[in-house]
C-alpha cells in the first residue's frame, strides 16, 4: 500500500523531472550546446507566470500564454545574440556564456522580487481522489497530465510533421541541412526558444507543488541533468524515461533506505552513470577514447 | 620580424626581475590601511591561489571541470576540522589542505581519464561540487552542519596572526610561492603537455606524450593550490559555513579567471584583484551583484575572449606570460 502510493507520487514528481529534462533536450539536440542556464530559465519562467497571474492579475491561461511567450523570446534572442557568435568557439565558452546568462537572470528575480517566497496559487481545487487505500492529490493529476499531453504534441512535432524531419536533418549533419537549404542559425534560435518555452512550462508546474525563490534554479538544474544524464544526452525518450526513473528512486529510496536519497539522488545519478555507463541508457557514446 | 621578436622577448626576461618590486613596494601596505580596507586586501589574496589553481585545470589543459569550489571547500574545511576538532595550530593544517585538495583533485580527474569529456565532465563536477556542499550541511560533528564551525584565530610558529596585517604577510609569502611554482611548472614538460593536450589531445597522445599522467597532475596540481587557498580563508574568515561553497563562488571564480584571462598566470593574478573585492560593495544591494557579474562575464566572453590579460600583454612584453607562445 505504501509501495503503491510513494510509486503514485515518485511518477508525478518524475515527470516535472522529465519535463525540465526533455526542455533541455530539445535545445541541445538542435545546438549540440548544453544550456547551464536552463534552471534559472526555468526559475525565471515561474516567476514570470507570478507576476501575469498574480500581480497583473490576469487569467491563468492568458498569463501561461504570455508567460510562455515572453520566455520564447527569450530563448530566441539568447542563441541569436549570445550563443550564435561564439557557437563555433570553445565549448568552455558556451557553457560558462549560458552559465553567466542564468546568473544574471537570477540577480533579476532577486532584485525584482527579493528573497521572500512566494506561492503561485492554484487555479484549480485541491482535492486529493481516493483509488483504493491510495491518495491522489488534484497536484499530481495536473502536472501528470500536463506533461502527458505536451509529450503526445512533442511526439507528433517530431516524428509526424515536416518540422521533426528537419529537427532530424540538422542533428544528422549541419552541413548537409545546410546544402538542402535549411536555416540552420534560424532553427538554432526557433529551437532554443522551443526548449526555454518548455522549461516555462515546467517551471510553472514546478510553482504548484514548491514555493519560488530565486535560488530554485540550481536544485531544477541537477535534476534537469540527472534525468538527462540517465537516460543518455540527446535522447528524447531517454530523458522522460531517466526523469520518471529519477523521481521513482528520490521517493523509493527516500523512503525505505534513507531520507538523504531525496536531496542526493541526482547528483549520485549523474556521478555514477557518467563514471559507469556514460552514454546512459538511450543515448549515443559520450566518450572520448584516447 | 622574427628578431624584434625574440629581441622583445629577451627584453621582457630581463625586465621581469622588475616584477619583484611589485611585492616588496606591497609590503608597507598595512600601515598605510585600515583594518577593514586591509581586510579587503587580504581576500584578494586568498583568491590569487583559486584562481591560479582554477586556471591550471581550465585554461592550461583546457578541461571543463566544474569542481573549484570543491577543491576551495575542501581546502577550507581540512583546515577548519584540524583546529578545531584536533586543535593544531593554523601553520600545521595548510599543508593537509594543500593535500586533500590534491586528492580531491585527483579524484575530479578520474572522470576525465575514463574519456568523460566537455559538457559531461562539466555536468559531473559540478554535480561533485553540490554533493561536497551537501556533506559539509549534513556531516554536522565534523563540520558543524549549516551554522558552520567557528575558527581559532590561526597562528604561525606560534606568533598569533589576530591581526589582519600578520595575516597579509603570510598570505603574501604564500602566493609567490604560489605563483613562481605554477610559473616553473606551466614553462617546464608538464605546461608544454597541457598545451598540448589542451590543442589537440588525439594527437598529443599519438605522438606519445602519456595524457592521462598530464591530467591528473594538472588537476592534482590545481586542487593543491587551490586547497592552499582554502585554508587562507579558513584563516582571514575564521569562520566556515557551506553557502561560502554553492555554485554563486563557482561564478564569481569563473568571472575572475575570465576576466583576467583563460589560461594566463597574470591573468589569473589580475583577475582576483580586480574581481574579489567587487561584492564588498555589493553587500547592501542583494541582486546587482549577480546581475553586474552575469553582464560582465558575458560581455569578455563575446568581445575580450583572453580577457585583461591580453590587452596587457600586448601593451607591454613584461605581461606575457613566459609559456605563452600564441
Not at chain 2, 574519456?115 to 559531473?124: K, P, Q, S, T, W
Not at chain 2, 610558529?157 to 609567490?176: I, M, N, R, T
Amino acid at each position: 500500500m505504501i509501495l503503491s502510493q510513494l510509486v503514485i507520487s515518485g511518477v508525478a514528481t518524475g515527470m516535472l523531472y522529465a519535463l525540465i529534462a526533455l526542455s533541455m533536450t530539445v535545445g541541445y539536440r538542435a545546438t549540440t550546446v548544453v544550456n547551464f542556464g536552463h534552471g534559472d530559465i526555468v526559475m525565471m519562467g515561474a516567476y514570470a507566470m507570478l507576476f501575469l497571474a498574480v500581480g497583473v492579475g490576469m487569467p491563468f491561461p492568458l498569463a501561461l500564454a504570455l508567460a510562455a511567450s515572453g520566455l520564447f523570446l527569450f530563448g530566441f534572442l539568447m542563441q541569436r545574440g549570445l550563443m550564435a557568435p561564439i557557437i563555433a568557439g570553445p565549448h568552455l565558452s558556451l557553457a560558462i556564456m549560458a552559465l553567466a546568462v542564468g546568473y544574471a537572470l537570477r540577480g533579476v528575480a532577486r532584485i525584482e522580487w527579493g528573497n521572500d517566497i512566494l506561492l503561485l496559487p492554484r487555479p484549480y481545487a485541491q482535492n486529493a481522489f481516493l483509488l483504493g487505500p491510495v491518495v491522489i492529490t488534484m497536484d499530481d493529476l495536473v502536472i501528470t497530465g500536463s506533461v502527458l499531453l505536451l509529450l503526445l504534441l512533442l511526439f507528433v512535432v517530431f516524428n509526424v510533421t515536416r518540422i521533426g524531419k528537419v529537427i532530424q536533418a540538422v542533428f544528422q549533419t549541419q552541413r548537409g541541412a545546410q546544402l538542402v537549404g535549411i536555416n540552420v542559425p534560424a532553427f538554432h534560435c526557433i529551437m532554443w526558444g522551443a526548449g526555454t518555452t518548455l522549461g516555462t512550462a515546467g517551471g510553472v508546474l514546478l510553482a504548484l507543488i514548491v514555493p519560488l525563490t530565486p535560488d530554485m534554479g540550481v536544485w531544477t538544474l541537477v535534476r534537469g541533468f540527472a534525468a538527462m544524464t540517465l537516460g543518455g544526452f540527446g535522447s528524447l525518450h531517454g530523458a522522460v524515461i531517466g526523469g520518471v526513473l529519477l523521481g521513482l528512486m528520490e521517493k523509493l529510496l527516500g523512503f525505505y533506505v534513507s531520507t538523504v536519497f531525496i536531496d542526493i539522488s541526482g547528483y549520485l545519478i549523474t556521478i555514477l552513470v557518467l563514471l559507469i555507463r556514460p552514454q546512459g541508457l538511450f543515448g549515443q557514446h559520450a566518450t572520448l577514447r584516447v | 620580424m622574427q628578431r624584434s621578436a625574440s629581441d622583445g622577448a629577451a627584453r621582457a626576461v630581463v625586465s621581469r626581475r622588475v616584477l619583484w618590486i611589485v611585492p616588496i613596494l606591497l609590503l608597507p601596505l598595512p600601515l598605510l590601511l585600515n583594518p577593514y580596507q586591509q581586510y579587503v586586501i587580504n581576500l584578494v589574496l586568498v583568491y590569487v591561489p583559486v584562481a591560479i589553481g582554477f586556471n591550471v585545470v581550465v585554461g592550461n589543459l583546457g578541461l571543463l571541470a566544474f569542481s573549484n569550489v570543491a577543491f576551495f571547500g575542501i581546502g577550507a574545511y581540512t583546515a577548519g576540522i584540524l583546529m578545531v576538532r584536533l586543535g593544531l595550530p593554523w601553520w600545521v593544517a595548510v599543508p593537509p589542505a594543500a593535500l586533500m585538495g590534491a586528492v580531491a583533485g585527483c579524484a575530479a580527474s578520474v572522470p576525465a581519464l575514463r574519456g568523460v569529456r566537455l559538457f559531461y565532465l562539466a555536468i559531473m563536477t559540478l554535480a561533485f561540487g553540490e554533493l561536497m556542499r551537501w556533506v559539509y550541511i549534513r556531516w554536522i560533528p565534523v563540520t558543524g552542519g549549516s551554522f558552520g564551525m567557528a575558527l581559532p584565530p590561526p597562528d604561525l610558529f606560534g606568533w598569533s596572526l589576530d591581526s589582519e596585517a600578520g595575516k597579509f604577510y603570510v598570505f603574501l609569502g604564500l602566493v609567490l610561492v604560489a605563483i613562481i611554482a605554477t610559473d616553473r611548472i606551466l614553462r617546464s614538460r608538464f605546461g608544454r603537455a597541457f598545451v598540448a593536450i589542451k590543442s589537440d589531445e588525439l594527437a598529443a597522445a599519438a605522438m606519445g606524450v602519456p595524457t592521462n599522467r598530464y591530467i591528473t597532475l594538472g588537476f592534482a596540481w590545481g586542487g593543491a593550490v587551490v586547497g592552499v587557498g582554502g585554508a587562507m580563508y579558513a584563516a582571514l574568515i575564521g569562520h566556515l559555513s557551506p553557502p561560502a561553497f554553492d555554485l554563486t563562488e563557482l561564478i564569481l571564480e569563473f568571472a575572475i579567471i575570465m576576466v583576467g584571462g583563460l589560461g594566463s598566470l597574470v591573468g589569473s593574478v589580475i583577475g582576483a584583484v580586480i574581481i574579489t573585492a567587487a561584492p564588498e560593495f555589493f553587500h547592501e544591494l542583494p541582486g546587482y551583484q549577480e546581475l553586474l557579474f552575469g553582464i560582465l562575464i558575458v560581455l569578455v566572453i563575446l568581445f575580450l575572449p583572453r580577457g585583461l590579460a591580453s590587452l596587457l600583454a600586448r601593451a607591454h612584453p613584461l605581461f606575457r606570460d613566459r609559456y605563452d607562445r600564441g
